[in-house]
Protein backbone atom coordinates (compact mmCIF):
# COMPACT_ATOMS: atom_id res chain seq x y z
CA UNK A 1 0.00 0.00 0.00
CA UNK A 2 1.48 2.98 -0.79
CA UNK A 3 1.66 6.63 0.85
CA UNK A 4 -1.35 7.83 -1.74
CA UNK A 5 -3.34 7.02 1.72
CA UNK A 6 -2.70 9.04 4.74
CA UNK A 7 -4.88 8.71 7.83
CA UNK A 8 -4.39 4.86 9.45
CA UNK A 9 -8.11 4.39 10.20
CA UNK A 10 -10.68 1.95 8.06
CA UNK A 11 -14.29 1.60 7.81
CA UNK A 12 -15.27 -2.24 6.73
CA UNK A 13 -18.18 -2.34 5.76
CA UNK A 14 -19.67 -6.33 5.25
CA UNK A 15 -16.60 -7.42 7.35
CA UNK A 16 -18.15 -10.73 9.47
CA UNK A 17 -17.47 -12.98 6.62
CA UNK A 18 -15.85 -13.72 3.04
CA UNK A 19 -13.29 -11.21 1.30
CA UNK A 20 -14.65 -7.79 3.64
CA UNK A 21 -13.65 -10.01 6.70
CA UNK A 22 -9.76 -10.75 4.75
CA UNK A 23 -9.80 -7.01 4.30
CA UNK A 24 -10.59 -5.88 7.44
CA UNK A 25 -8.15 -8.77 9.02
CA UNK A 26 -5.40 -7.36 6.37
CA UNK A 27 -5.91 -3.81 7.71
CA UNK A 28 -5.64 -4.55 11.38
CA UNK A 29 -2.58 -6.80 10.64
CA UNK A 30 -0.77 -3.97 8.75
CA UNK A 31 -1.45 -1.30 11.93
CA UNK A 32 -4.54 0.15 10.99
CA UNK A 33 -7.72 0.96 13.26
CA UNK A 34 -10.18 -0.87 11.43
CA UNK A 35 -13.91 0.07 12.52
CA UNK A 36 -15.34 -3.57 11.31
CA UNK A 37 -19.16 -3.60 10.05
CA UNK A 38 -22.00 -6.43 10.32
CA UNK A 39 -25.01 -7.92 10.89
CA UNK A 40 -23.20 -11.45 12.32
CA UNK A 41 -21.67 -10.35 16.09
CA UNK A 42 -20.48 -14.06 16.06
CA UNK A 43 -18.46 -13.33 12.60
CA UNK A 44 -17.09 -9.59 14.56
CA UNK A 45 -15.79 -11.97 17.09
CA UNK A 46 -14.06 -14.37 15.19
CA UNK A 47 -12.60 -11.61 13.17
CA UNK A 48 -11.51 -10.44 16.39
CA UNK A 49 -10.05 -13.34 17.88
CA UNK A 50 -8.08 -14.14 14.83
CA UNK A 51 -6.45 -10.64 14.98
CA UNK A 52 -5.71 -11.49 18.52
CA UNK A 53 -4.13 -14.71 17.81
CA UNK A 54 -1.68 -13.21 15.46
CA UNK A 55 -0.25 -11.21 17.56
CA UNK A 56 1.70 -9.56 15.59
CA UNK A 57 3.88 -6.36 17.06
CA UNK A 58 2.49 -3.07 15.68
CA UNK A 59 -0.90 -4.36 14.79
CA UNK A 60 -3.88 -2.00 14.68
CA UNK A 61 -7.04 -2.50 17.01
CA UNK A 62 -10.45 -3.49 15.81
CA UNK A 63 -14.00 -1.97 16.51
CA UNK A 64 -16.30 -4.04 16.58
CA UNK A 65 -20.02 -2.94 14.97
CA UNK A 66 -22.46 -4.90 14.67
CA UNK A 67 -25.44 -2.98 12.91
CA UNK A 68 -27.14 -3.57 9.71
CA UNK A 69 -25.83 -0.88 6.88
CA UNK A 70 -29.70 -0.56 5.74
CA UNK A 71 -30.38 1.27 9.38
CA UNK A 72 -29.69 4.15 8.56
CA UNK A 73 -29.78 5.63 11.89
CA UNK A 74 -27.01 3.49 13.35
CA UNK A 75 -25.17 4.12 10.27
CA UNK A 76 -25.31 8.09 10.79
CA UNK A 77 -24.85 7.79 14.47
CA UNK A 78 -21.23 5.65 13.33
CA UNK A 79 -19.90 8.21 10.88
CA UNK A 80 -20.41 10.80 13.07
CA UNK A 81 -18.22 8.79 16.54
CA UNK A 82 -16.16 7.83 13.84
CA UNK A 83 -15.57 11.94 12.95
CA UNK A 84 -15.87 12.83 16.85
CA UNK A 85 -13.06 10.19 17.79
CA UNK A 86 -10.56 10.56 14.92
CA UNK A 87 -11.70 12.98 12.90
CA UNK A 88 -12.32 11.36 9.48
CA UNK A 89 -11.33 7.85 7.36
CA UNK A 90 -7.82 7.19 5.36
CA UNK A 91 -9.85 4.33 3.98
CA UNK A 92 -13.29 2.63 4.05
CA UNK A 93 -13.98 -1.03 1.92
CA UNK A 94 -17.25 -1.62 1.39
CA UNK A 95 -18.01 -5.35 0.96
CA UNK A 96 -21.57 -5.39 2.43
CA UNK A 97 -23.59 -7.72 -0.33
CA UNK A 98 -26.79 -9.46 -0.09
CA UNK A 99 -26.43 -12.24 -2.57
CA UNK A 100 -29.68 -13.70 -3.80
CA UNK A 101 -30.04 -16.91 -4.68
CA UNK A 102 -29.80 -17.67 -7.75
CA UNK A 103 -33.39 -17.75 -9.84
CA UNK A 104 -35.10 -17.36 -13.15
CA UNK A 105 -35.92 -13.79 -13.72
CA UNK A 106 -39.57 -14.89 -14.46
CA UNK A 107 -39.68 -16.11 -10.75
CA UNK A 108 -37.76 -13.66 -8.53
CA UNK A 109 -38.77 -13.81 -4.99
CA UNK A 110 -39.54 -10.62 -3.93
CA UNK A 111 -38.23 -11.02 -0.31
CA UNK A 112 -34.76 -11.64 -1.84
CA UNK A 113 -35.52 -8.75 -4.40
CA UNK A 114 -36.20 -6.43 -1.97
CA UNK A 115 -33.36 -7.31 0.29
CA UNK A 116 -31.28 -6.89 -2.57
CA UNK A 117 -32.08 -3.25 -3.37
CA UNK A 118 -31.78 -2.41 -0.13
CA UNK A 119 -28.52 -3.52 0.97
CA UNK A 120 -26.76 -3.45 -2.88
CA UNK A 121 -28.18 -0.31 -3.67
CA UNK A 122 -30.19 1.79 -1.59
CA UNK A 123 -27.40 1.52 1.39
CA UNK A 124 -24.45 2.33 -1.08
CA UNK A 125 -26.51 5.39 -2.03
CA UNK A 126 -27.39 6.43 1.15
CA UNK A 127 -23.74 5.18 2.62
CA UNK A 128 -21.21 7.04 0.44
CA UNK A 129 -22.74 10.95 1.50
CA UNK A 130 -22.17 9.86 4.52
CA UNK A 131 -18.98 8.81 4.26
CA UNK A 132 -17.45 11.23 1.53
CA UNK A 133 -16.66 14.12 4.57
CA UNK A 134 -14.90 11.44 5.83
CA UNK A 135 -12.47 10.53 3.60
CA UNK A 136 -12.38 14.46 1.90
CA UNK A 137 -10.95 14.95 5.83
CA UNK A 138 -8.03 12.66 5.50
CA UNK A 139 -7.30 13.02 1.67
CA UNK A 140 -8.93 8.93 1.88
CA UNK A 141 -9.49 6.35 -0.62
CA UNK A 142 -12.60 4.24 -0.51
CA UNK A 143 -12.78 0.51 -1.88
CA UNK A 144 -15.63 -1.27 -4.24
CA UNK A 145 -15.77 -4.61 -4.83
CA UNK A 146 -16.90 -5.83 -8.16
CA UNK A 147 -18.66 -8.79 -9.79
CA UNK A 148 -19.20 -8.92 -13.03
CA UNK A 149 -22.64 -10.99 -13.25
CA UNK A 150 -25.05 -8.78 -14.64
CA UNK A 151 -27.33 -10.11 -17.71
CA UNK A 152 -26.19 -14.01 -16.92
CA UNK A 153 -29.01 -16.75 -16.72
CA UNK A 154 -30.32 -17.24 -13.07
CA UNK A 155 -28.58 -13.74 -11.56
CA UNK A 156 -31.01 -11.58 -12.39
CA UNK A 157 -31.48 -10.15 -8.46
CA UNK A 158 -27.64 -9.86 -7.74
CA UNK A 159 -26.33 -8.69 -10.74
CA UNK A 160 -28.64 -6.17 -11.46
CA UNK A 161 -28.50 -4.67 -8.37
CA UNK A 162 -24.32 -5.54 -7.82
CA UNK A 163 -24.19 -3.62 -11.44
CA UNK A 164 -26.15 -0.94 -10.04
CA UNK A 165 -23.48 -0.51 -7.12
CA UNK A 166 -21.01 0.05 -8.76
CA UNK A 167 -22.19 2.02 -11.55
CA UNK A 168 -22.67 4.33 -8.58
CA UNK A 169 -19.50 3.92 -7.54
CA UNK A 170 -17.94 4.82 -11.37
CA UNK A 171 -20.17 8.18 -11.12
CA UNK A 172 -18.71 9.07 -7.60
CA UNK A 173 -15.11 7.89 -8.90
CA UNK A 174 -15.81 10.20 -11.66
CA UNK A 175 -17.16 13.13 -9.73
CA UNK A 176 -14.10 13.21 -7.76
CA UNK A 177 -11.57 12.60 -9.71
CA UNK A 178 -9.35 15.65 -9.26
CA UNK A 179 -10.69 16.70 -5.94
CA UNK A 180 -10.80 13.28 -4.23
CA UNK A 181 -11.85 11.41 -2.14
CA UNK A 182 -10.35 8.44 -4.45
CA UNK A 183 -12.94 5.85 -5.47
CA UNK A 184 -11.14 2.45 -6.88
CA UNK A 185 -13.22 -0.76 -8.25
CA UNK A 186 -11.24 -3.22 -7.95
CA UNK A 187 -12.63 -7.06 -9.30
CA UNK A 188 -11.56 -9.86 -7.14
CA UNK A 189 -10.51 -13.36 -8.64
CA UNK A 190 -13.02 -16.21 -7.85
CA UNK A 191 -12.33 -17.17 -4.70
CA UNK A 192 -13.43 -19.67 -2.15
CA UNK A 193 -15.80 -18.20 -0.33
CA UNK A 194 -19.00 -19.57 0.86
CA UNK A 195 -21.71 -17.18 -1.88
CA UNK A 196 -19.11 -18.48 -4.44
CA UNK A 197 -20.23 -22.61 -4.01
CA UNK A 198 -23.78 -21.37 -3.90
CA UNK A 199 -23.44 -19.62 -7.40
CA UNK A 200 -20.96 -22.12 -8.23
CA UNK A 201 -22.18 -25.85 -6.53
CA UNK A 202 -19.14 -28.61 -8.00
CA UNK A 203 -17.13 -26.22 -8.69
CA UNK A 204 -13.67 -27.38 -8.06
CA UNK A 205 -12.60 -24.72 -5.46
CA UNK A 206 -8.83 -25.76 -5.54
CA UNK A 207 -8.19 -23.96 -8.56
CA UNK A 208 -9.74 -20.86 -6.61
CA UNK A 209 -7.85 -17.49 -5.08
CA UNK A 210 -7.41 -17.62 -1.25
CA UNK A 211 -9.18 -15.27 0.39
CA UNK A 212 -6.42 -13.33 2.34
CA UNK A 213 -4.30 -13.72 -0.95
CA UNK A 214 -6.88 -11.25 -2.51
CA UNK A 215 -7.14 -9.09 -0.01
CA UNK A 216 -3.24 -8.52 0.16
CA UNK A 217 -3.11 -8.18 -3.77
CA UNK A 218 -6.25 -5.75 -3.55
CA UNK A 219 -4.55 -3.59 -0.40
CA UNK A 220 -1.06 -3.65 -2.27
CA UNK A 221 -2.39 -2.18 -5.11
CA UNK A 222 -3.78 0.74 -3.82
Known amino acids: MTQKI???????????RGLGAAMAEQLALRGWQVVAVARTVGGLEELDDRVKRAGLPGA?????APMDVTNDDAMRHLC????????????????AIHAAPLAPAGHLDQK??????????????????M??????AQRGTAVFLDDPQAGKPFFGAYGATKAAQIALAQSWQAETAKHGPRVVIATPAGMATAT???????EDRAKLAD???????ILDSL
Request: glycine share 12%; charged share 20%.
Open 211 to 217: VQGEAVR
Open 80 to 95: RSIHDRWGGLGLWVHA
Open 112 to 129: DWDKSVAINIRACGLLIP
Open 6 to 16: AARVALVTGAS
Open 131 to 136: VEPLLT
Open 60 to 64: GGLTL
Open 196 to 202: RARFFPG
